[in-house]
């Protein structure tokens, strides 16, 4: 493949959350102008969600190490962090993570939906902003109706999983008679959304609160729960039997005191799980006595427990995924030849037209009639002299014959910077 396609992730499969959180990019539209200026990469995707940040780039030549440099600056990390963290693919491994990730199967929750939503967003933002181009936007539009197709054919997403139900299993695992307990969502945002889902789904009575009242009301409008002042529910954390935390705020909203100061006021404990990513729970309320911490981590590891429950469909998936690579993979590769190709036809076309009008010069024609005909003939003619070799020059890029490309390109004459994606 002479554009290489190249993936560079961290993700809850090698990284524990608090480590993850690390590699978070803070400011999108910043990342994507030092990846495109300093990483060598011509175009980029960035997958950003509560369990991992991945990297999709497009580049003839590409360096591990200038990605890694550039992702060091802009999180404000040191290199050497990247070493136990980063997962590095590129070409036909790059095609099938990303199929993997459309289709539910690399999930920390198998076959949720969220990631899907997730990646439709990414690439409409790199779009947007023109990070990405001709190569990552067919490649994300095919992997999408793709993962779409995988999903519905073999039901991996069945049963509606997400991580907002996996967490609501999670506290009725370990906490007994939930309908009698006081529960508390912190967040009105995609994660809590899917929390809200859950606990309504199974009937379960909840307290919504956010930065603002307004945003509580419109939440509890259409997901259910009860809407509660922010600053209320900061001095009333006694009041809650279990507390669901999943918001984007910048800084720990459950801090130590604030908890070890209701464990005063409170009979019997608290559990807290905390799905914001950076973490907003202060991992220190853990030690607090009665107060029961969990995080995305041991979500990571109940799903685990679940995941055995499933293993026919994920073989089916994986299955289908590999037939499917394939096709992507050629997909990609004819892309190589499109800029020659039309090139081709560009340069042939104007050179046909010039002919066309110098001949009805020559014949005086003025009939319209007579006109078209002409012009038709010249048209089918050129189609099929040029179409034949064209397709060949197609064929052997998705065969990955790069050096056809080459002689074509000096056979036609055809210079690189033409291309525009």
């Known amino acids: 493949m002479n554009q290489n396609i190249i993936?560079?992730?961290?993700?809850?499969?090698?990284?524990?959350?608090?480590?993850?959180?690390?590699?978070?990019?803070?400011?999108?539209?910043?990342?994507y102008e030092q990846f495109k200026k300093h990483s060598g990469l011509d175009?980029?995707?960035?997958?950003?969600?509560?369990?991992?940040?991945?990297?999709?780039?497009?580049?003839?030549?590409?360096?591990?190490?200038k990605i890694k440099k550039t992702w060091a600056t802009i999180t404000g990390l040191e290199e050497e962090a990247f070493d136990e963290n980063i997962e590095y693919?590129?070409?036909k491994e790059a095609l099938h993570h990303l199929l993997k990730l459309t289709s539910g199967l690399d999930s920390m929750v198998l076959g949720e939906e969220q990631i899907l939503g997730q990646i439709k967003k990414s690439i409409t933002s790199a779009r947007e902003i023109k990070a990405s181009g001709r190569h990552l936007n067919t490649l994300?539009?095919?992997?999408?109706?793709?993962?779409?197709?995988?999903?519905?054919?073999?039901?991996?997403?069945?049963?509606?999983?997400?991580?907002?139900?996996?967490?609501?299993?999670?506290?009725?695992?370990?906490?007994?008679?939930?309908?009698?307990?006081?529960v508390l969502l912190i967040g009105t945002g995609e994660v809590s959304t899917l929390v809200a889902k859950s606990l309504q789904r199974r009937g379960y009575a909840f307290d919504v609160t956010s930065r603002t009242l307004g945003r509580s009301e419109t939440f509890c409008e259409t997901m259910g729960g009860n809407p509660i002042k922010f600053e209320d529910v900061l001095l009333e954390?006694?009041?809650?039997?279990?507390?669901?935390?999943?918001?984007?705020?910048?800084?720990?909203?459950?801090?130590?005191?604030?908890?070890?100061?209701?464990?005063?006021?409170?009979?019997?404990?608290?559990?807290?799980?905390?799905?914001?990513?950076?973490?907003?729970?202060?991992e220190k309320v853990a030690t607090v006595g009665g107060v029961k911490l969990m995080n995305l981590d041991q979500i990571a590891e109940m799903v685990e427990k679940n995941m055995n429950a499933r293993l026919n469909k994920v073989k089916t998936v994986e299955n289908i995924i590999n037939e499917e690579v394939s096709v992507l993979e050629a997909s990609m590769k004819r892309l190589d030849a499109e800029p020659l190709v039309k090139d081709v036809f560009k340069n042939i076309e104007n050179l046909r037209e010039k002919?066309?009008?110098?001949?009805?010069?020559?014949?005086?024609?003025?009939?319209?009639?007579?006109i078209k005909i002409i012009e038709e003939l010249?048209?089918?003619?050129?189609?099929?002299?040029?179409?034949?070799?064209?397709?060949?020059?197609?064929?052997?890029?998705?065969?990955g014959k790069p050096d056809v490309l080459e002689l074509a390109s000096k056979l036609f004459d055809y210079k690189k910077q033409n291309q525009a994606d």
């Open 7 to 31: 993936n560079a992730r961290v993700t809850f499969r090698n990284s524990p959350i608090h480590v993850l959180e690390r590699f978070t990019i803070k400011n999108m539209e910043s990342a």
């Open 43 to 65: 175009e980029c995707v960035i997958i950003q969600t509560c369990n991992r940040i991945e990297l999709f780039g497009k580049s003839e030549t590409h360096d591990i190490d």
């Open 89 to 91: 693919v590129e070409n």
């Open 140 to 182: 994300f539009d095919k992997a999408i109706r793709t993962g779409t197709r995988i999903r519905n054919t073999s039901g991996i997403g069945a049963g509606g999983i997400s991580v907002g139900s996996m967490a609501v299993k999670l506290a009725e695992e370990n906490i007994d008679e939930l309908k009698t307990k006081k």
């Open 237 to 282: 954390f006694y009041k809650y039997d279990v507390i669901f935390v999943a918001t984007t705020a910048p800084y720990f909203l459950v801090t130590n005191e604030r908890i070890t100061e209701a464990m005063k006021n409170k009979k019997g404990g608290i559990m807290i799980l905390d799905l914001s990513n950076p973490r907003t729970v202060d």
């Open 355 to 370: 002919e066309f009008q110098k001949a009805l010069q020559m014949l005086d024609e003025k009939d319209e009639k007579k």
């Open 378 to 399: 010249t048209k089918a003619v050129v189609e099929s002299i040029v179409s034949t070799p064209m397709n060949n020059i197609r064929k052997a890029s998705e065969q």
